[in-house]
């Protein structure tokens, strides 16, 4: 059985869960916040030195980093979102560090600096914030470019390049990234990943779920 450790607020966690329905794995969700100091305890931290979420374990079988994570899965399962091609995984693999190294860590500074540190009563950045937005004006276009040439990410066939950039794209509307509008492949792309069921066994939208999440943090 696959055990994920995780918290639904996590991006990074919703990229393993998008690989996990679209290849009909059954897994054992259990819930792990870092806010709480979940993933500090030493039973965590035998499963992810790292203290990072996700994690998943397989029957003994420990793995972190959600891009590590969704690439064994896709390898072990031998699915057509990691093909079995060197080349073909090189590209899957250049967009997957694309969107995690660049995307991921630009729109990171306007998220945590909009949603989370406001939540969690830590100081907001404004300057952060700048940088984060002006990051991702130089990054979208270079998605969006290659979203009008091709129907997904990394070519013809959907991989986990998408579910990946999916994933990361998520938090946009909560961190008020208005720009990501203004790129009409990049818009349809995402509304058609959105709609899979892979997607919808998460949530109908991130955003929302994310928003009901904090309401019910506050009324308790």
Not at 5 to 21: A, Q
Not at 23 to 31: A, F, G, M, S
Not at 65 to 89: F, T, V
Not at 193 to 220: E, G, H, M, N, W
Request: charged share 20%; proline share 5%.
């Amino acid at each position: 059985m696959i055990k994920l450790y995780g918290m639904g607020l996590s991006f990074n966690v919703s990229k393993v869960r998008y690989c996990l329905n679209h290849l009909n794995l059954k897994y054992d969700w259990v819930q792990t916040n870092p806010i709480a100091g979940e993933n500090r305890t030493p039973e965590f931290l035998n499963i992810c030195p790292t203290g990072k979420i996700p994690a998943i374990e397989i029957d003994g079988f420990k793995l972190f980093e959600s891009n590590s994570i969704i690439r064994y899965l896709a390898a072990s399962n031998n699915s057509a979102l990691y093909p079995q091609d060197a080349k073909k995984r090189a590209v899957i693999d250049a967009w997957m560090d694309y969107a995690a190294i660049h995307v991921a860590q630009a729109l990171g500074r306007v998220l945590f600096n909009r949603v989370f540190a406001p939540m969690t009563g830590q100081p907001v950045d404004q300057g952060s914030i700048k940088v984060g937005l002006e990051f991702l004006d130089k990054y979208f276009p270079v998605l969006e470019k290659q979203l009008s040439q091709n129907q997904y990410l990394a070519g013809k066939e959907l991989s986990l390049a998408d579910l990946s950039l999916l994933a990361i794209l998520d938090p946009c509307e909560l961190a008020q990234i208005t720009s990501i509008d203004k790129y009409p492949a990049l818009k349809k792309w995402r509304a058609g990943l959105k709609s899979q069921p892979f997607y919808q066994k998460c949530y109908k939208d991130y955003s929302q779920f994310v928003q009901d999440a904090i309401s019910a943090q506050a009324a308790r």
